[in-house]
């Protein structure tokens, strides 16, 4: 299933690719991609738990960039 | 520019005139160290508590080499040595680096956002024979639209009532207006700048066509760029080694020479240097810039990687009909045997093509005005129509279709489209149409000409394709191609071409597809081409006119050397600044412009991209 956040208030455009990598090595998230300019995240994920896989990738997010807003 | 961008900068402006005040009363009047030490702290704490803040919260992520962190040690190492007024500088101008780094990439979401103001705000339809006014997604597929002067067509449809110019500027970048009345098509996002249209809905807000414009500009930058993906990749291990290499600086050279005060404050100034920032910030930005460039010009690109492959595009191939055509034929000459009128022959060949949707038959009623009805027509496949009546047998076709039928055909027909017409075994004579050139084809080609090789592509015959190739000055042709043996064309010239230069496809029709798949870069024309094309294509001309492939060409270029000149500017200072500090002298004003100047700068440079 895919799935867009909004990203708000993200950092710069590094931190962007920082966390493009870290929620692409979660287990579950088959493709992740930080669109910095457009400040969106677009995840390919695992159907068949899909709650847990959004719920890392938000754990994952407010770890490295406490200050960036996941909406949507 | 945001309240929230506008307080921070205040507060900056406030901070720094602080600071630069205590550095000049500092130069002139001698004050213990400790009050210097403490006037420069509370300006330390005013302007950085936010990054020790975000450091110390990524140290628990194990963040370690966040810029935010970097710049943290850098400015306490700084003031820890007695460096106060530079270790306060490193924190003050990292604040400004960072506020206009946010505000120029605003700026240019918002610019590219008021680029694109083509997104209807509401719409005015007719619900139960009363006008009510709603979002543009709760249109229906049916619904009647009343848009007035100024308003813009909310869902791609057909005009029901009314005439009016249109303005498609924001849609196609062609500014005269188009005239529509009752009958034609019109697009959303389209003005009328007079008189008031009745539009019926043909496709929903989503389907339409300024959705899906406003949609694949908006995600275009996430098919990231070779470059794009390089800087990133870069960055992974360019603070990495620059650390490292601070730690060297600050430890063996103190080692031997026992000048640990200098080392370590050299160090510190090749923290400051090791962000990566600018490099990575101002590669997105310009191709974001060149998104935008080119969408403003009715050019609409798809991904980052297109504005770099179209850059070294080297080869261009076309399609023929509706790419270097119109696609829309008109009767050119009607030849008449002598027993009969041109009239007659035009008459008897519309009645056959009635109901037919093929551009030929299109042309051949237009030219008759209004054809015969009560014929039954059947269609021959590949051949022509074939239209009865009472005892009336009217054969209308190609060649192949007189000859099945043992009708005597006078003198062919040479170098052109034409149908020929037979009543009741008889010959009458023959219609014969041409596909007219766009205007602006000879031009863009010989402008292509100039840059590397034009190619032709066509299912026609090879004096029909020889015709239009001489014309339009194309320096090679392939004709007479099925679809299947386009794409074999496509590969055979893209194997043939030189390395490091891509190979470029137009095309329209449903058949070019895979061609425009093939293709390193594909393009569609927007306006009449069709669905399939514009979805399987990398660049789509609103205006179906050949001279966006020169346009999109030169804004990729530009593009490209602006995130060059950017990578190597960028690169370049920095190296610059750590030799200058490991082998000459340390200086932290020289490593804050290596980091902040230089962002700023390639930021700068970055937004030229977006410049027309």
């Known amino acids: 299933m895919k799935k867009i956040y909004r990203l708000d208030e993200i950092d710069c455009a590094n931190c962007a690719a920082k966390l493009e990598r870290a929620v692409g090595k ?25 709650e847990a896989v959004l719920a890392e990738v938000k754990k994952v997010c407010a770890k490295l960039e406490p200050d960036c807003a996941l909406i949507g | 520019m945001s309240k929230k961008l506008k307080k921070e900068l205040i507060f900056l402006i406030v901070v720094l005139v602080f600071f630069l005040a205590s550095v000049a009363v500092f130069h002139f009047v001698s004050a213990p160290w400790y009050i210097e030490a403490a006037v420069f702290a509370v300006i330390y704490a005013l302007s950085g ?23 943290t040690v850098a400015s306490i190492g700084g003031f820890v040595i007695g460096e106060f007024s530079e270790a306060v500088a490193v924190m003050v101008f990292f604040r400004f680096g960072d506020w206009f780094e946010r505000y120029a990439v605003g700026k240019s979401r918002k610019s590219i956002a008021a680029l694109m103001d083509i997104r209807p705000q509401t719409a005015n339809v007719i619900r139960n024979g009363e006008e009510v006014t709603v979002f543009p997604e709760e249109i229906e597929v049916g619904d009647v639209l009343i848009v007035r002067a100024g308003e813009k067509i909310a869902v791609d449809g057909v005009v029901i009532g009314g005439a009016a110019a249109l303005d498609t500027r924001a849609l196609t970048g062609e500014s005269v207006p188009r005239d529509v009345k009752e009958g034609d098509e019109v697009l959303s996002g389209c003005i009328p700048l007079g008189g008031v249209i009745r539009v019926k809905a043909k496709q929903k807000y989503e389907d339409s066509t300024v959705a899906k414009i406003l949609d694949l500009v908006e995600n275009a930058t996430s098919k990231k760029a070779k470059s794009e993906r390089f800087v990133t990749a870069f960055a992974r291990v360019y603070t990495p080694i620059v650390v490292g290499i601070a730690a060297l600086v600050g430890v063996i050279p103190s080692l031997i020479t026992g000048n640990w005060l200098e080392w370590i404050f050299k160090a510190l100034t090749f923290l400051v240097v090791s962000c990566p920032c600018a490099i990575v910030i101002s590669v997105p930005l310009s191709f974001f810039g060149g998104i935008g460039a080119a969408s403003v010009n009715g050019i609409l690109i798809k991904g980052s990687n297109c504005i770099e492959a179209l850059a070294k595009s080297g080869v261009f191939v076309f399609d023929k009909t509706g790419t270097i055509t119109k696609g829309e034929f008109v009767v050119t000459k009607v030849v008449a045997e002598s027993n009969y009128t041109q009239a007659d022959v035009l008459g008897a060949a519309a009645a056959c093509e009635t109901g037919s949707l093929h551009p030929i038959a299109l042309s051949v009623l237009k ?62 004579g023959r219609v014969e149409c041409e596909d007219e050139l766009k205007p602006t084809s000879a031009e863009a080609i010989s402008s292509l000409n100039k840059i590397g090789k034009t190619v032709m592509l066509t299912g026609d015959n090879a004096r029909v394709a020889e015709k239009v190739s001489a014309s339009v000055g194309v320096s090679e042709t392939f004709s ?31 058949n070019d597809a895979p061609s425009l798949v093939t293709a390193d870069v594909g393009v569609a024309m ?31 270029r530009k593009t490209m050397r602006i995130v060059k000149e950017n990578i190597v500017f960028a690169l370049g200072v920095k190296i610059a600044v750590m030799l200058i500090t490991a082998l000459w002298f340390a200086n932290m004003w020289l490593a804050v412009f290596a980091d902040v100047g230089v962002s700023l700068i390639a930021i700068l440079n970055a937004m030229r991209c977006g410049k027309k």
Request: hydrophobic share 45%.
């Open chain 1, 26 to 50: 979660i287990d579950g998230v088959k493709q992740a991609e930080v669109n910095f300019m457009a400040q969106k995240m677009t995840l390919e994920i695992d159907d068949s738990r899909a």
């Open chain 2, 49 to 71: 508590c936010k990054v020790v803040i975000k450091a110390i919260k990524k140290i628990a992520a194990g963040q370690l080499l966040d810029e935010d962190f970097l710049m």
């Open chain 2, 367 to 428: 030219a008759a005005g209004k054809a015969e009805e009560g014929y039954e027509i059947s269609e021959i496949a590949g051949k022509g129509l074939k239209a009865t009546k009472g005892g009336d047998v009217i054969l209308c076709g190609n060649l192949a279709l007189m000859r099945d039928n043992s009708v005597q055909v006078g003198d062919e027909a040479d170098g052109v489209t034409c149908v020929y017409v037979a009543k009741n075994g008889v010959y009458m």
């Open chain 2, 480 to 510: 007479s191609l099925l679809p299947g043996q386009k794409v074999d064309c496509i590969e055979r010239l893209a194997e043939a071409k030189s390395n490091g230069e891509t190979l470029v496809f137009a095309g329209d029709g449903i």
């Open chain 2, 526 to 556: 927007g306006g009449k081409g069709s669905n399939v094309a514009v979805e399987s294509a990398d660049v789509v001309l609103m205006y179906d006119d050949l001279l966006g492939v020169v346009k999109a060409r030169k804004i990729a």
